[in-house]
């Protein structure tokens, strides 16, 4: 396990077509309190019926291609800094993890269907007891990802590694999340468009 799941490489699966015409009128997007299931079953539903569509609005697929590139950029960084290496360390030898059980309630459904339009899968299984929903073998296994998971570190970390070091990953996370913001919120007017009353879907999740 490693620390907010930046330390290694993400896994993932390749952007898949969405299937289904575009017919489907959007669920208004589950609360953020909603149980992890229900938030996972939203994204997915919204995905398999809506993706296709959201994919083809130019705004979005642009912002989408230059997020990913974004995030790639800033978890390169963070491998050149050397934290990478830390982190790992720490993880095999002092069992220390930052991807703490509960983190994942802090995603909201649109977060979780932009990972899905970014081709990642999104884990209904825990692998670890005490560990983050998404946290995989070798690392998170989301590209999009809540703020506290883009740029927390520890104060071992921060006290370890050159401050001048840390300006360029700073600046690559600023711009990961600035392109998550712009992402979110095209994605949501797109939804917002669409919605109308209908009754989310649940499932059991843990
Ligand atoms: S989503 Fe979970 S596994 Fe990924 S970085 Fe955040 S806490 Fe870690």
Known sequence: MTPMG??????????????????????????????MGDKIAWAQRVYEEF???????PAVSDLLKKFERAALDARS???RTGIVEMCGDCDLHEG??????????RY?????????????TLSTERQDPSGC??????????????????????????????????APLREREGKE???LFLLTERVRGCLKKRTSNIEHPTSNIE
């Open 96 to 105: 220390g993890s930052c991807c703490g059980r509960g983190i994942e309630n």
């Open 177 to 179: 999340l600035d392109l």
């Open 108 to 120: 909201s459904g649109v977060l979780l269907l932009l990972n899905l339009l970014l081709g990642r």
């Open 77 to 79: 960084e963070m491998l």
């Open 133 to 166: 929903l998404f946290l995989g073998k070798r690392g998170c296994l989301l590209l999009a990802r809540e703020v506290i998971c883009v740029n927390y570190l520890c104060g071992r970390i921060t006290e370890a590694v050159d401050p001048a070091l840390l």
């Open 51 to 57: 993706g296709k569509e959201l994919l083809s609005d």
């Open 6 to 35: 930046k330390t290694e490489k993400v896994e993932g699966r390749k952007r898949p077509d969405p299937k289904g015409p575009a017919r489907f009128t959007p669920l208004p997007e589950v609360p953020l309190e909603s149980p």
